[in-house]
């Protein structure tokens, strides 16, 4: 198999360079032979020219007066279309609302904003309102799509995870919309020093960039007019490398690291199992959030469902051992629970009842709906119609999907779900869990076998009345299922257990009840 290589920083950078020169070759060929060297001076002949600029200060001031007005109006234009970005994903009334201005923004011809504008503006206005025109729309677009496209999966994670909103914002959503936001910007701050620019050579805005242009178009000074081209890409890079440099900067440390350890007295650590389980979402509450819109949520259709006749009904059977399960322990009782999706039954009226004396393993072929009887119980999503009662209120979720947050290191992945970001609990799980090693690196590095092992680790980390594990154990060889699983019952102490598994050899290590899902 051939491998890819990848190209390094510094060749990426030599071949922008050879990409200069060639250029500039071209360029003094053309001057020379051309016979253009009054329209095309020589590059040697516009470097002294522009060189020659920075010893007046009135072309500092020319500069200066631009470089000003263009980012500050650039500043602007990014805030004001953060904000409405982040309204309109919310509301949807917002969106359609703003649609036809951002479309009128994107797509009328700039000169036309410039001239219309030259009847109510003053040119020290104009060119801060064209920057703002250009920037806006662009910025907002991006990041409205980047909003509305976050990862719905780590959302709801951070729910059954009870994340603050500010914490759901600083580390799901800021990183996933970070890059969006960064290109954006690359791309804004070029389109708004040509539109600024323009706007100031057409309104011959004294003491700026625009006007020295301008001037020169007059006299006929081709050297003079290619050294201010020169300075203007000069300062449009500059200011979006600065901007970029900046914006990502402070993102990344909003998104990447929690703050430090807390210290806990001992009062605190004694209180910490406590405010664990107070602090941690309950089924109920969970529920509730789905039938409550959530800002631009909708409230979903009810799926269309076929007529028995025509639907692909589940059954499951049941094996509960009679001896140890009597009547005294608590049960999840599944009444003629329905649920589809689109046109497809996946449950019609099931019953069940499902003892908690000993963990419960779910069983059947792939896509049987192990997955979902797992959600509903758990309260993740809500049946058709039908009820379960009897489950546990606080309980915690292995998902299929490790739904990690890649940016944040393996330990802090765990720290993120305990009060006080505690460090403490998190060091000993993930010693417990062969995880020590690299307890510092990024989630996003870590194997397939290291991921399985710091969904686990999260999940036992909160104190919780009721564990959910969908394949929890995939993944990992047989030596790290055997930690793995001995951690779980250590942690679990007895509590309720229910794991979805094509592996059937858990059943008789975890001593579990079974249920069988067929078609």
Avoid at 51 to 64: G, M, P, Q, T, V
Avoid at 79 to 107: C, G, Q
Avoid at 176 to 181: A, D, N
Avoid at 315 to 337: A, E, M, P
């Amino acid at each position: 198999m051939s491998s890819i290589t990848v190209p390094s920083k510094r060749e990426d950078t030599l071949y922008s360079i050879l990409g200069t020169l060639l250029l500039l070759a071209l360029w003094q060929l053309l001057s020379m032979f051309g016979g253009t060297g009054f329209l095309l001076p020589a590059p040697s002949a516009v470097l002294a020219t522009f060189f020659r600029l920075f010893a007046s200060k009135d072309n500092w001031i020319s500069i200066f007066t631009s470089v000003a007005r263009i980012v500050s109006s650039l500043l602007v234009a990014i805030v004001f279309a953060i904000l409405l970005s982040w309204l309109a994903s919310k509301r949807r009334a917002l969106r359609k609302l703003l649609a036809p201005t951002i479309l009128i923004m994107k797509s009328v011809p700039i000169v036309s904003f410039i001239l219309i504008a030259l009847f109510f503006m003053k040119e020290s206005l104009l060119t801060s309102f064209i920057c703002g025109l250009i920037v806006f729309p662009m910025v907002y677009g991006q990041l409205l799509s980047a909003f509305l496209n976050v990862d719905s999966r780590l959302i709801e994670m951070g729910r059954v995870f009870s994340f603050r909103k500010s914490e759901i914002v600083r580390y799901i959503v800021v990183p996933e919309c970070r890059e969006p936001f960064l290109a954006s910007v690359a791309v804004a701050v070029g389109m708004a020093w040509k539109a600024g620019v323009a706007a100031e050579v057409l309104t011959f805005a004294s003491g700026t960039i625009g006007k020295q242009m301008y001037e020169a178009k007059l006299y006929l000074d081709m050297e003079r007019l290619l050294a201010w081209t020169l300075a203007l890409v000069l300062a449009s890079f500059v200011s979006e490398q600065v901007l970029v440099r900046v914006f990502r900067f402070i993102l990344t440390r909003v998104g990447d690291s929690l703050p430090g350890d807390m210290n806990l007295s001992r009062t605190r650590a004694q209180q910490r199992q406590k405010e664990i389980v107070k602090n941690l979402k309950t089924r109920t509450e969970l529920l509730e959030e789905q039938a409550t819109p959530q800002g631009d949520e909708l409230v979903e259709e009810p799926s269309v469902c076929p007529v028995e006749g025509q639907a692909i009904l589940i059954r499951g059977v049941l094996c509960v051992n009679s001896l140890t399960d009597d009547g005294d322990v608590s049960k999840i009782v599944i009444d003629q629970v329905s649920k589809c999706f689109g046109s497809a039954y996946v449950f019609s009226d099931y019953c069940a009842t499902i003892p908690l004396g000993r963990p419960l393993v779910i069983i059947g072929p792939s896509g049987v709906g192990k997955t979902t009887l797992m959600r509903m119980i758990a309260g993740l999503i809500r049946p058709d119609t039908g009820e379960i009662t009897g489950v546990p209120e606080h309980g915690v979720f292995v998902f299929q999907d490790n739904r990690l947050l890649p940016q944040l290191s393996a330990r802090d992945n765990i720290r993120l779900v305990l009060p006080g970001y505690d460090g403490e609990w998190a060091d000993n799980l993930l010693a417990s869990l062969d995880l020590k090693s690299v307890k510092d690196q990024p989630a996003s590095t870590l194997s397939g076998g290291e991921m399985r092992r710091l969904a686990l680790a999260r999940a036992l980390a909160v104190e919780s009345d009721i564990f959910y594990l969908d394949e929890a154990f995939r993944e990992l060889d047989e030596m790290h299922e055997n930690e793995a699983l001995n951690v779980l019952l250590q942690v679990a102490k007895g509590k309720p257990i229910i794991l979805a598994t094509h592996d059937l050899s858990l059943i008789d290590r975890l001593n579990a009840n079974i249920l069988e899902l067929k078609k």
